[in-house]
């Protein structure tokens, strides 16, 4: 059972009732990211992920984690190009707590202390992430591929661009961005619905409100080439291959979502049968990203640096096989058989569906159930998967590998 | 719903009937593992584990792979010291389709040629965990703790044992260990109990009979000591410390579960707060583990080198101070909470009742509801935690540190 409520200052809450579901799941969708900086705050969106739970004018940081775990609660948060996300799972009778916790934690007091601290924890973390060869080839590619379009932005910011950022740019970020009508509420599981909004209500009926505008809702300019990036006491090569795909508003995503299970999901994909299961490759898949006005299909591959100039064949042969000659029925089929067990699975947990419902929010300002989900996969045809291809041709691939060569031997 | 079948042939089906869920899980539990192997077969049931995917009269390896993929299956199967599992989850139409793959796969060709060629990859594979600090640590613990007990022996295997291993010595093993009375069919969510069994009977109603004894229940002659492992291009120190804990047939395994998330959860926990939190570690948990006859808590710990001694005497520390003082209210509170809340959240999924259903019933030939699950956690008392303490006090620790280090500065 849906409900949907918009508060006087712009928020809104979402939920789903389940009353089979014996837990409950909420989470707080803030419409902002790493494509909403601007150069000279570069990182601060992650960074302000952080500091939410470093405590408020009500709770110190060790409060925050103190009461989140008295409740038993199972919470995180993560920030992507497009979204900050807080969120918990909890028993229903624990519903009043976490929303309490969660929406003190979204006023955090950002003391100029808790923030010098913590900008030795993001300088770490980015050093972290720059040892992982997968994440640095993810990274960079988006930049690559996007190029100076705000999606190209990296989310974790550079040690530089941490270094110089203030508390005060911090605070201004949050005044502009963490307003009621840029953050869906999302609720999902075994709760009542009443006294859910009683609880926003009253936590967050006083938030200020404001307008928060992404302003950079341009098409981005895809950008071919090859690029490669040396890098030592790395074993593998890490090969990233973009191409365009529809945005999250285009009817054609979900023929995109099927497309890139054809060509690579994970098992009996063609990148699968072609490189993973001969052994030529670690790792080969293809995935659709979709965002606010853009789209692309990613490819990720992983392989022994011999190997790659020959795998990259590979790849553009698949490519070019199914730009020309499409997909098979039975391809279609066992794509939507894997698709729909996955939404179906998803969906069995509060978990599962509050993100969905949240996400689905965001994007599309528009509830679906998970049969509405299934049948929009199902309704898919062959000529869906063709439109995709025309409009969005497997052709021009921005490739970037990095890893321990130094140039590509078919270059 | 519960349901519970044995047929004539020793094979055992439980099933739980969740109308409200949208998918079914099925899994295939075979009672044997590292402890059932002797020394000149090492490694032989996660070997075979692999070959149980590579085909049988009816389907090739591709078959396999192919026919899992047509119907969106998430399957996977895993080897551990006491069992190996098979398992499937599927949209609810599918579930014929999966029982007759598993129950195929499950009686294995063992082509030589395919066993020849496997060999390899378990080889690799051996050498891509050695590569990996936190299980060299974790499976020399065990042994070091374990000694000459089945419960110390390795999972893998070694690349000598693997080399030696001949194609008739796993068919032997497959022979004595996968006979219909050591094996577990448990199935969960929205399916009907009827067709489950008809499915069964059909399936596996032909599967030889045997006996299958564990003969090595034992308990363990717990080791204390401590052991340094100089590893090279380690960054990190990964530290290892096992006590003795009850057994899988304890009463007192829910306490002890109470007791190690007292200590050592990964959040709020004793340990979270003496080395996490103030940065001294960058992971330390505890955790409890039982088997057949015998447990343990495993405390890892993972962090700077130069910090190791002092880490350790924290810890030793933090033991000594509970086993003295026991634990507060508000720590069993919070602790119940937590368990509470993971119980229920990983019964969500057909796929988590499947695996608690059919772990329950390999252990204790018992069924609980998640409410029986949950009470018997709720039930566990203060007092319970004194008692796990006097019996399985937290001294004479076995102490094995990998790493970088060639010695403790305490020593």
Known sequence: MFHHRSFA???????????????????????TGSRDESSDVSGVSHFLEHMVFKGTPR??????????????????????????????AVLPEYLPDAVDILADILRPSLRQEDFDLEKNVIIEEIGMYDDQPMWCAYDQSRKAFFADHPLGNTVLGSVESIKALSREQMQGYFDRRYVAPNITVSVAGNFDWNQAVELLEKHCGAWPTGVAPRSNLRP???????????????????????????????????????????????????????????????SADMSYHDYEGAGAFFTMLSCEPENTATNLDALREIYREIQANGATAEELNTAKNKVLSRIVRGSERPMGRMQALGMGWTYHQKYRSVDEELAAFDAVTIADLRRVLDEFPLHNLNVLALGPLTKLASD
Do not use: C
């Open 9 to 31: 200052n712009g928020l809104t809450l979402i939920g789903e009732v389940s009353p089979s579901a014996r837990s409950v799941a909420v989470g707080f969708f803030v419409k």
């Open 59 to 88: 709770r110190s940081a060790f409060d925050v984690n103190r009461d989140f775990d008295r409740i038993g609660a199972h919470y995180n948060a993560f920030t992507s190009e497009e979204n900050t996300v807080f969120y918990g």
């Open 220 to 282: 981005a300019s895809h950008r071919e080439g090859v690029k490669i990036v040396p890098k030592d006491k790395v074993i593998q090569e890490q090969v990233m291959v973009l191409t365009p795909a529809p945005g999250a508003d285009s009817p054609l995503r979900y023929a995109a979502d099927i497309l890139a299970m054809i060509v690579g999901d994970d098992t009996g994909s063609r990148l699968y049968w072609e490189l993973i299961d001969p052994g030529m490759a670690d």
